[in-house]
């Protein structure tokens, strides 16, 4: 009786934090009716403005979340049929400071503001909009309690103006952009603000400072007089046409014309729950992967940056675990051309979510890939205030397999996952199991994991535990290595300073152990740092680590040389470096990252790695990336390993003519490929969310700088709403 008693008064305090009253609750701002519309110039000189309700008095975030917010910041919003009004009034003596006039900037490098919308007051779900003080825009959709995914685009108007004491925005949100239920009344709203001569960012419903202003879950309430109007009529077509070519000439192939054209289709089923459909989808004008140098013995993760995949992505893409993800929307694409697909996403309500793909790749007998079909269907149950619960079924199912060796029919998973979140965001967890379905199934296909974090002012630790099968295997998903459990920990603790250089300084721990089906370890790391914070915003990191490895394959430790350590072995060493962020209000930003201490087979290693950039506000910035490494091995080593040492140098330059004509160019120099990069592209916004791009890419062998590929595409996007 006494452990059943213990039982109920742990859920029955879980159950407390889950169900707690919203954290902002007393944080509301009125939003009323106007009959007519607003001209969106920055000037805020309409009596729509004049007769708003104001939101001001922000709470300052960083440097300290202790007081009121030092600078100015007046908000004020609106609406009518179409669209949602919202300006803002940003006041400073000082002049701006911008990285660029480019979309979806970085936020740590820009005076801007920034507002939330959470249209189900769900705190899980939402819209961020904003922009820098140059007039450059953000956009976003935000998952899992706040982060934002900025490659989301959609249309929607914004103005900013300068003044000598004061910077303004003005902007105007279509109700067809937003995702919403036509008689919810409150929506969950904050406004956030960043200034970098100041070092100042605040809130309009006050944040903690190791939050995010994105966190959906210090919302304050918007109180609208009516249930928003309904979108009307919501279908969206987007074609494009694109013509180009490529040549290849190492071997030597003839030039390859394109001609090609290809439509995507938005269509809002509901207020809430959105289909898109594309035919012959093209991707030439996604920006390149940044490359890394690869020392790793597993696969490589790169984000999804294709247009198609980001509405709601999160339902798909946020299955699992960083690196136990059962889907992965870059496996669909890859081998063969998309022909055509769709998806259905969004809400049924407010305590349901939706997600159903279906894409079709087609037959190509160069990469040896039969024509495949690829089916996903997700559903999402909130439970309390902030937790869901999340199920799946993927299909990848291959037609005419036999012709191709060693291709299954089929490949299936399923799973489901409990992601509880408490009222302030300050727990978080994960728990789930996986399985997967294959013609020859084996036995032992299934992955299962828990994760809790905890973060507060001081304290933040997490701990987290992974068991995949040997046979588990979600084609369709990324999942480095398997056959094995895993115990992940890491801690901080931040003590906070009077002083008038040093903000907080923090001692860190971490570490992670794989161990086999017998409960051996064959690989661990730990690692202890230090953090100092100092309030101009520079960062210095310093950490001492210790590193095992037990070799389950051969491996080349260089992945240069091509000479490998026999699987098996074994391998310990201990190491340390420095990390450094320079403070973002300079115009010229630099960094370092240092790593020196064992490696492999007794060797050592060496790695230096600098960043800096200088801009030139606000048309544009130069930047450089560079990373050396120095692998050295005993000259008595008896499997013949050699010494090897390469580079990794990337130059960009953005220049943004204004906020609608970018220019970047990017070059890539990968001594460990063999390989440099060009990448140019030119993107002019004639529209919103329309497009007319030309991308030139090269591919040269190091030595002589010898072409191996070149390509050029013009491609013209158009949005043209219904």
């Known amino acids: 009786m006494k452990k059943l008693s213990t039982a109920a008064l742990f859920f029955c305090c879980l159950s407390t934090v889950l169900h707690a009253q919203k954290k902002n609750e007393s944080y509301r701002y009125p939003i009323r009716r106007v009959a007519s519309p607003v001209a969106i110039n920055g000037e805020l000189d309409e009596e729509t403005w004049k007769t708003a309700a104001v939101a001001t008095d922000f709470f300052m975030v960083l440097p300290m979340d202790t007081s009121r917010a030092e600078l100015r910041t007046e908000v004020r919003m609106a609406y009518d049929d179409r669209f949602i009004y919202i300006s803002a009034v940003n006041f400073q003596s000082h002049p701006v400071r911008v990285e660029s006039l480019r979309r979806d900037w970085n936020f740590g490098k ?138 290849d000439y190492r071997p030597a192939k003839s030039s390859d014309g394109r001609a090609d054209a290809g439509l995507d289709v938005k269509v809002a089923v509901t207020s809430s729950l959105n289909l898109d459909a594309t035919v012959n989808p093209d991707f030439s004008q996604v920006e390149v992967d940044r490359q890394v140098t690869n020392l790793d013995r597993f696969e490589l993760f790169f984000p999804e940056r294709r247009q198609f995949f980001l509405e709601n992505s999160d339902l798909f893409n946020n299955l699992g675990l960083s690196n ?69 079924f993927i299909n990848k199912q291959s037609f005419d397999s036999e012709r191709y060796a060693g291709q299954p029919a089929f490949n299936r998973n399923a799973g489901i996952e409990y992601n509880p979140a408490s009222k302030n965001d300050v727990w978080r967890g994960k728990f789930l199991i996986f399985k997967s379905f294959d013609p020859n199934g084996e036995g032992d296909d299934y992955a299962a994991a828990a994760n809790l974090r905890y973060n507060n002012r001081k304290l933040s630790w997490e701990l987290r535990q992974e068991y995949v099968g040997e046979h588990y295997n979600p084609e369709v998903g990324y999942l480095p290595r398997r056959g094995y459990h895993k115990t992940t920990y890491n801690a901080t603790f931040n003590f906070f300073t009077k002083s008038k250089l040093l903000l907080t300084h923090s001692p860190g721990i971490g570490g992670f152990t794989y161990m086999d089906a017998f409960g051996n370890s064959i690989e661990n790391g730990n690692a202890f740092s230090y953090t100092m914070n100092f309030r101009s915003r520079d960062v210095f990191v310093a950490w001492v680590g210790n590193d095992y490895v037990k070799l389950s394959n051969e491996f080349d430790p260089t992945n240069y040389t091509g000479i490998k350590l026999p699987s098996g072995t074994h391998h310990t060493w201990n190491s340390w470096g420095t990390n450094f962020t320079s403070r973002p209000q300079s115009l010229f930003t630099y960094g370092w990252e240092t790593r020196y201490g064992g490696y492999y087979a007794d060797g050592t290693r060496l ?9 030139v506000q606000p048309y544009g910035s130069l930047a450089l990336a560079a990373e050396y490494n120095d692998i050295q091995f005993p000259s008595d080593n008896t499997i013949g390993l050699r010494n090897a040492a390469f580079w990794l140098v990337s130059p960009r330059l953005d220049v943004t003519f204004t906020n609608k004509i970018y220019f970047t160019a990017f070059l890539q120099y990968n001594e460990q490929t063999d390989n440099v990069n060009l990448n140019t592209r030119f993107q002019w916004r004639y529209a919103p969310a329309s497009d007319l791009y030309i991308v030139y890419t090269d591919n040269y062998l190091p030595e002589g700088f010898a072409v191996k590929n070149r390509a050029f595409v013009l491609k013209l996007t158009y949005w043209w709403s219904l």
Do not use: C
């Open 324 to 392: 136990l993800r059962p889907f992965f929307s870059r496996r669909i694409g890859l081998a063969a051309p998309i022909r055509g697909g769709a998806r259905l996403s969004g809400r049924l309500d407010k305590n349901w979510r939706i997600g159903v793909m279906d894409i079709q790749t087609g037959e190509t007998d160069e990469s040896d890939a039969p024509a495949q079909n690829f089916g996903v269907l997700t559903f999402q149950r909130r439970v309390f205030s902030r937790s869901n619960i999340t199920g799946f």
């Open 110 to 247: 820009n005076d801007n503001f920034i507002f939330f919308m959470d249209p189900f007051d769900d705190q899980t779900n939402g819209f961020t909009f904003g922009a820098n003080a140059a007039g450059a825009e953000w956009d976003g959709q935000q998952y899992e309690g706040g982060t934002a995914d900025l490659n989301w685009e959609n249309r929607w108007y914004s103005a900013v103006k300068r003044y000598a004491d004061r910077w303004t925005f003005e902007a105007a949100i279509p109700f067809k952009t937003l995702r919403y239920k036509k008689d919810i009344t409150r929506w969950g709203i904050n406004f956030s603000r960043n200034d970098l001569t100041t070092t100042e960012k605040s809130s309009w419903a006050p944040v903690p400072r190791q939050m995010p202003t994105a966190s959906l879950a210090y919302t304050g309430v918007l109180e609208w007089d009516l249930p928003p109007p309904r979108a009307g009529r919501n279908i969206s077509l987007i074609p494009y046409l694109l013509g180009g070519g490529a040549k």
């Open 607 to 615: 790695r230096l790695a600098v960043n800096a950039a200088y801009r």
